[in-house]
């Protein structure tokens, strides 16, 4: 069975351009959530999506949306990208949209963004 | 404000030996408890949890304290292996949809 899938694995931006990160959850899993993690800082939570909707966001700017799709997969945007967007941005998948036993997050490898 | 801390950035520990690594959370609206472990370019995989209404939860040879009059937390490895060297971060949940995390620790794993 594969495990949370992330794509692209590294990218390469300049500042003020947008970018658009990926995201298949495992097969079953109707949750999606978006982390940041700045090097030596744990992952903050970013957004969290569950059968399409919406259902929790952290304190990020405007700047940053995300979507997810009939097939449960994500994907997250950043505009007018700022030096310190560099980060790695994981996704996490779970059963449902509530954190709890049963229902714990399985993590991605992440994408690796650097903003020049 | 950050509620979940790891205040020890690194810990090495001789192998065969216990590994212990502390968290603390200010938030007592925490009811739901999560180690996590990393290595480089992986996302971190989920190694234990525990409830709230627990105080000691055990899977192998990793063990969950949870002293909640202390909003504090441990994860007890024992023995240690080499494989254990990694990013260990704790995690906390009020229930709702998201993990806050703590900064997490660097666990490196002597011969």
């Known amino acids: 069975d594969a495990g949370v899938t992330q794509s692209p694995t590294h990218l390469i931006k300049t500042r003020g351009q947008q970018v658009t990160l990926r995201c298949s959850p495992i097969?079953?899993?109707?949750?999606v959530s978006w982390y940041q993690q700045v090097l030596g800082q744990g992952p903050q939570f970013i957004f969290q999506?569950?059968?399409?909707?919406?259902?929790g966001r952290g304190n990020f700017p405007d700047r940053f949306s995300a979507r997810q799709f009939p097939n449960y997969s994500s994907e997250l945007n950043v505009n007018a990208l700022l030096l310190g967007d560099s980060a790695l941005y994981l996704c996490?998948?779970?059963?449902?949209?509530?954190?709890?036993?049963?229902?714990?997050?399985?993590f991605g490898p992440g994408t690796r963004l650097t903003v020049l | 404000d950050q509620q979940v801390k790891q205040n020890s950035p690194s810990l090495s520990v001789q192998e065969g030996r216990i590994s212990i690594l502390n968290c603390d959370y200010t938030?007592?609206?925490?009811?739901?408890f999560l180690w996590y472990k990393k290595y480089p370019a992986e996302g971190p995989t989920f190694l234990i949890s525990i409830s709230s209404i627990k105080d000691k939860n055990e899977d192998g040879r990793f063990t969950v304290f949870l002293n909640k009059s202390a909003k504090h937390l441990s994860l007890h490895i024992v023995p240690s292996q080499p494989g254990d060297s990694a990013v260990y971060f704790c995690a906390a949940s009020d229930g709702a949809q998201k993990l806050v995390f703590g900064q997490g620790t660097r666990l490196t794993i002597n011969p």
């Open positions: 938030n007592s609206m925490f009811d739901y």
């Open positions: 999506y569950y059968e399409k909707e919406e259902r």
């Open positions: 996490a998948s779970s059963l449902s949209g509530l954190v709890g036993s049963y229902n714990e997050q399985f």
């Open positions: 097969s079953g899993h109707k949750s």
